[in-house]
């Protein structure tokens, strides 16, 4: 080879193109359009639901029901929570909880004195003691989340009440529902208004419940739920009513879906 030059390898060929795979089409009939269900209120039929809670039960319905609650007992720990605060009292926590609800997003860099809400937070305030009045719910379902915070309450010397609402309640601490709150801090001019409420539920709802808790007596569901016969049928002599068994309204009732 001649000096000055070099030599010059063959070129390799490129590879040639990944062929590609062409898909498939799925075929579409334009006679068939898509007609998505839209479930929104004035629009499709609404799908089948379980209605039997808002079904209003013939009166031989309810008549059993009213015999089989009154053989029913319920222990006092649960029997406490039918006996809420009355209209009256019970809006005056409410009044003072729409001062202290949790923060806003311009409200956080403050760090204001807010109420404490829910199951767990509540009673690890409560054995801490740092609870200054505590609202519990009355119809909290399980009702096996809030049983045993009255007499951890009693135990510590903290003052507590039963209201009515869940919503109610959940609407204070912006959520849906809440099954207790409790109030640990208040501003200064508040302290006077809190002391008041602790002093009024402590003397006419705490003692009560206290005692009724005690003495451990089991009460029938009758009085509390008001399924109480009317007064035109409890003045009838008691050889005019039925006379059924026991064990006949039992079974009549595990029959009704």
Not at 69 to 95: C, E, G, M, S, W
Not at 182 to 198: P, Y
Not at 225 to 242: D, E, H
Request: proline share 8%.
């Amino acid at each position: 080879m001649p000096k000055g030059k070099k030599a010059q390898g063959r070129k390799v060929a490129q590879a040639p193109a990944a062929v590609k795979k062409q898909e498939a089409k799925k075929v579409i009939n334009p006679l068939f359009e898509k007609r998505p269900k839209n479930f929104g209120i004035g629009q499709d039929i609404q799908p089948k639901r379980d209605l039997t809670h808002f079904v209003k039960r013939p009166c031989y319905i309810r008549l059993q029901w009213q015999i089989l609650y009154k053989q029913l007992k319920v222990p006092p720990a649960i029997n406490q929570f039918t006996q809420a605060l009355d209209r009256q009292t019970a809006t005056h926590p409410l009044k003072l909880a729409q001062k202290y609800r949790p923060e806003m997003k311009q409200e956080k860099k403050q760090r204001p004195p807010v109420l404490q809400a829910g199951v767990n937070t509540v009673p690890t305030l409560v054995e801490n003691k740092k609870a200054q009045l505590v609202v519990i719910v009355h119809d909290m379902d399980p009702i096996e989340l809030v049983v045993f915070l009255p007499a951890l309450c009693c135990k510590m010397g903290d003052p507590y009440c039963i209201t009515k609402g869940m919503a109610r309640l959940g609407h204070v601490v912006h959520r849906k529902t809440c099954t207790t709150i409790a109030f640990t801090q208040v501003n200064s001019e508040d302290k006077g208004a809190l002391a008041k409420l602790v002093e009024a539920i402590r003397t006419d709802y705490d003692d009560d419940m206290t005692t009724s808790a005690v003495t451990g007596e089991a009460t029938s569901l009758v009085q509390n739920q008001g399924l109480a016969l009317p007064t035109w049928k409890r003045q009838r002599p008691k050889s005019c009513l039925p006379n059924w068994p026991a064990e006949c309204t039992l079974l009549s009732f595990l029959y009704i879906k």
